[in-house]
C-alpha cells in the first residue's frame, strides 16, 4: 500500500470539526475531494500528521488549541473606514455583524475575508470593523480522513 508523502496527490473524504463538534466541512456525505499536498488547500499542521498515513486507512486526527489554524492574533481585527470600503467595493454596500466579505490581496491576484464584528453606530458609514484570523484560529478541532487513493 502506498503512504501519504510530502507532494502526495490523494483522493480522500474528510470531515473538519470545530470545538463544539458541528461539521465544518464534511465530504463523506458526498463525493470525495482530490488534492496535492503543499498547495494550501490544507492546513501544513494537518498535512503535517497526513504524512505516512497508508492509502486504504482511516483516522481521527485531534489537533489542540492553535495547531491547526494558529493562534488568534488581535491584531487582526481592524477598523476600516467606510469610505476605505466604498472605494474598493459597492458604495451602497451595508454591513451587519457576522457577514463575511471577501477583499482583493493587494497585488489583484487572489483574495483574504474578513468577518464583521461591529458596525459604527451610525449604521456603518464612518467605520466597520473587521475579524480577519480565521474562524477555527486558537480553537481545537478534529480531523476525520479517509485515505481512498494516494499517489
Known sequence: MSQVQAGSF???????????????????TSKPATLSLGTGTLSPAIEERLIGLEEGSRHTLELPAGAAFGERNPAM?????????????????????????????????????????????????????????????????TFEVQLIGVL
Open 10 to 28: 490523494l483522493t480522500l473524504h474528510y470531515r473538519l470539526a470545530g470545538p463544539d463538534g458541528a461539521d465544518v466541512i464534511n465530504t463523506f
Open 77 to 141: 481585527v481592524q477598523r476600516l473606514a467606510a469610505k476605505v470600503l466604498r472605494d474598493m467595493g459597492d458604495p451602497c454596500e451595508t454591513y451587519t455583524v457576522g457577514d463575511a466579505v471577501q477583499f482583493p490581496t493587494p497585488d489583484g491576484q487572489g483574495s483574504f475575508a474578513g468577518v464583521v464584528r461591529a458596525v459604527d453606530p451610525s449604521g456603518g458609514k464612518e467605520w466597520v470593523e473587521f475579524d480577519f484570523n480565521h474562524p477555527l484560529a486558537g480553537q481545537p478541532v
